[in-house]
């Protein structure tokens, strides 16, 4: 039993998500002492919903984003697609479409632009970096032609409506302190996380990012499984949007403008090479719980909020330095 324990707790301190753990406790017991000094309460479950909440929408861009990392692609156009699939939603609301079609003609939106994504790349061979970035313009333009429709002058707006149920959806308490969006994230989240780490499918992917020339010779269908990876991203960020929508009864403009940032910098901070072929999205997932637990802390503790943003884009360049030094140590070998 004790030999049991042992081999265990010395596979864990050497799996690369040990550190990331190792900093979180860190952070909780920091802010919790920093808290207690301000005369508030941090370690509580009311935080831990807090940060869930805080986190939930970009970890579903998080999900497209690190499935295509480990296979060597980047999409930077999910955030974008999720706020055209937020605007489609309180459309199809407002031209009284039931809730459950509002959300599948919204994820759908998401996956044709993934779709659109995968076949710029495998048919013009551009780089996925460069392809996304066109895109996430034509479909800022297409947002806001979209919600101009209709209004009186022409200009582009956010979209109100209101619907009981995807009110319900987007905040209503299901386990405890827990709304419905948030279950809905982690179940979705963990059934990525096995899918990645457990199947045949999860070992092409890495293989496909960590060395295209060896995936190639074993017989491993590079188009394919581009064209699934962009359009999970797409899909995921069509749930995104439509639950964003549901969350502020509102198609918005700006929605999830920071989100895509904040879920490339869980995914590379938790252990993901930005070169691709390397972790998982259990350490994206602890990647995101330390950039939102510092977020909330220092809401918690009464401090501007901005710094939170700065302490994000630092956190980016380490996680993207390291990963460099790593990759180049690598190339040594």
């Not at 279950?183 to 996380?193: E, G, R, T």
């Not at 920071?258 to 930005?274: C, D, P, V």
């Not at 360049?317 to 040594?332: H, T, Y």
Request: with cysteine; charged share 10%; proline share 1%.
């Amino acid at each position: 039993m004790s030999n049991t324990k042992g081999n265990f707790l010395k596979s864990l301190t050497h799996k690369k998500v040990f550190p990331l753990l190792i900093l979180l406790i860190v952070e909780i017991i920091l802010f919790s002492v920093w808290a207690s000094l301000k005369g508030t309460t941090f370690f509580a479950i009311t935080t831990l919903r807090n940060i869930l909440n805080n986190m939930t929408f970009a970890a579903f861009l998080t999900i497209g984003a690190a499935c295509l990392m480990l296979a060597g692609h980047m999409d930077l156009s999910s955030s974008t697609i999720g706020a055209f699939c937020g605007i489609v939603t309180a459309w199809s609301i407002t031209h009284n479409l039931p809730w459950y079609l509002a959300i599948i003609l919204a994820i759908a939106f998401g996956i044709g632009f993934g779709a659109f994504n995968a076949f710029i790349i495998t048919r013009f061979r551009f780089p996925s970096f460069i392809a996304t970035l066109g895109m996430s313009s034509v479909i800022r333009g297409l947002l806001y032609f979209f919600s101009s429709l209709g209004t009186a002058d022409g200009s582009a707006q956010n979209i109100n409506f209101l619907n009981d149920t995807l009110y319900a959806i987007g905040n209503k308490k299901l386990i405890s302190e827990f709304s419905i969006c948030v279950v809905i994230m982690l179940v979705i989240y963990i059934i990525f996380a096995i899918i990645v780490a457990k199947t045949k499918f999860g070992t092409k992917v890495k293989m496909l990012g960590g060395n295209p020339v060896a995936a190639n010779l074993a017989g491993i269908k590079a188009t394919g499984i581009i064209y699934l990876l962009f359009i999970i991203s797409g899909g995921m960020a069509g749930v995104a949007g439509s639950l964003f929508a549901a969350k502020m009864q509102q198609g918005s403009l700006m929605a999830l403008s920071t989100a895509q940032f904040t879920g490339l910098t869980g995914a590379i901070l938790g252990g993901i090479s930005f070169g691709g072929g390397e972790g998982g999205l259990g350490g994206a997932f602890v990647g995101m719980l330390i950039l939102n637990t510092f977020t909330i802390g220092m809401s918690v503790c009464g401090v501007n909020s901005n710094l939170a943003t700065i302490f994000n884009g630092l956190l980016l360049i380490v996680a993207l330095a390291l990963d460099f030094i790593r990759q180049a140590r690598k190339r040594r070998v």
